[in-house]
């Protein structure tokens, strides 16, 4: 079940979303029983492009940030799956100890880890934040846009557990992505629940395992829909060792480009779709939309400024990268009073509990919105989806969300395939 | 977790109500570490007092009706908790048979079934609805006051299933208390769930049993929040063998009423109420309201008019009744409009996911108002519970319906201690 938000979405239903409007029983079945056999990541967004005739995930987060924008309706929707979430994986705990990321001077940012610690609070847990940040050497307290505050707390590391003075988390939520690398603090807690786990963080995750992941999960899900998988999953090649500053690699690159199209465009001739398609390199182990780029053409790489070169060394945290994907590019038919639009689903644990509109006013569909410049509109419950005095529904207005938030969990089962895949300790329960 | 509900209440924070909003983390974790021993009931609703100086549930319902009455917000916290109760006990499931009660003549009871069908088919079932009324012969369409229809089927039984025409159920859920016993049909259904179980009808229910269980929970819970269980439990006695009709065992059941309103008086003095205990008695299998009365003084039972012996004669579904639990009268300072009211608590699983008032405008606050002209009023969220234009909360307002979710949990918790009780299989598993 996803709840229904009001979409931006006014064109007539799809006939993709027609399919998936009408199976919601075999859809909900057939994620129950997925669940019965693998493990929701704790907590996920996707990012989603919806191109009217087809509907897939570009990027999934498993740290998310943005918890800030989601409508106070939410809220109990989130904190209910997070109760359930922490049943199930630590029933008995009590304080949670919340590492954020270490750009402590960003205020929404710091909203959105106000709002987590209020999920988790209510959900019947003291939580208390621990920055991993160098720079923040004892209790540091932040004012909020909202005019209340945050207090981040230096942690400790015994050697076997992460701790606060004067508290003792039996469990640690990361909020960081881990993009430069788990540090040395994070690592060896056998005595304390780490969620995610260490292998979820960006210095481990590449996206090509990833989609190759939510490929499959596209074909079984595909099959069960009876629709072409390739209506939900965006096709992509991986490029490896290419060095854009030396010039090294960008024909190997080329090559993956010029396959992605011309797969895609016979995809089109197929569905006889008349837009041009495209292909988005992004790095690898990129995250935050930085290093990313949206070609036409793979003649497009031939000459590439310094700017470009630059924007596609260096990723988050200042990691330099090599390795790439190259995606078939999704449009966007969302448009929010001029802005192009795109969709983000928020989970916990199993459950989608909201989302919103990240929109951008100065580019184009087939661009990329995790820019500069964006901005973000939560998601109203329907309003029309509403009971009249004696508490009866007035009307029938189909749930458009609901189908994102098909898509935001298949992109979901793709990452816990993906963890299950690249989780260090396997073997053990092998 | 409980939503935060408008609720009416507008005097000071009391004493009790005070340290309940202070320990939230405390109180979920005691209730998560209680959900580890014990199964809550698949659903349940929960009648509550709130006398300002002490709140009780008065009554606990195993097969709630009035799921119209949530407001469309709480739609999706029930479905999310539907899919989770489903998830435990039948992941499997795929065509759910919801069985009504009889009187399918009320219009509003039959909205409440029709939201109910919309739960469980959002949450991912095929949902029909059998009824075992015997009029029921042949498919039924019944027109809703808001415009829509419920198509109600008669159910078959196979020797060991039970099924609609073209629908073969793996689950069946009840929301037909069994007042008059379970039928045939339903027993021996070894092949499919039932939910909630046969003895949770009030075939076998006994009020007496169920608060012998809350007066154990509210003890336990007392004791972890450091108040005196008192604030939280209606006192009782039980009086059996009682025949109003024929004057017998009228003396027993004075001397339960003598007994109890001494230990009110008792406990009223300690805290220093100003209020006059009352009584209230009510059949030990009774439900809908019916076979209720309140009085003052046991002398008020040497003189009852025919009316009252009716009353008090015969309950629900035409049953007669003999044995009786006079309970401490809890006071309502809750009044809208004029009207008094008292809230009353919706649970799916061992989630808090909605709320309403029943009101009654010529009752006072000592009278049962689950009688012939109550209605109900809806509670919405906390509208001030709001975020601004950039997402962040502009105010901090105590979360009120919090205590009514607290003792509505703890009711739940004593109904699941008492069917593990008066389990008819529990030698099984012992």
Known sequence: MVPHLVTALTGPISELEQRVLESVPAIERWFRLEWMEHTPPFYSSVDLRNAGFKVAP???NLFPGGWNNLTPEMLPLAVQAAMAAIEKICPEARNLLLIPENHTRNPYYLMNVAQLQLIFQSAGLNVRIGSINPDITQNTEVRLPNGESLLLEPVNRSQYRLELKGFDPCTILLN?????????????????FLLPPIHAGWSVRRKT??????EEVAKRFGKMLGIDPWLINPLFESAQQVDFAQGQGIEALQDSVTAVLAKVRRKYKEYGIAEKPFAVIKADNGTYGMGVMTVQDASELDSINRRTKNKMSVVKDGQQTSDFIVQEGVLTIENIGGATAEPVVYMMDRYVV?????THASKGADENLNAPGATFLPLAFEPEHVLDAQGHPTAHIPNRFYMYGVIGRLAMLAASYELEKTDPNAEVYA
């Open 354 to 358: 909201g989302g919103f509109y990240r």
């Open 58 to 60: 570009i990027d999934t």
């Open 176 to 192: 960081n992505d881990l993009s430069a690398g788990p540090p040395g603090i994070l690592e060896d807690l056998h005595e304390q």
């Open 209 to 214: 395992i990833h989609f190759k992941a939510y």
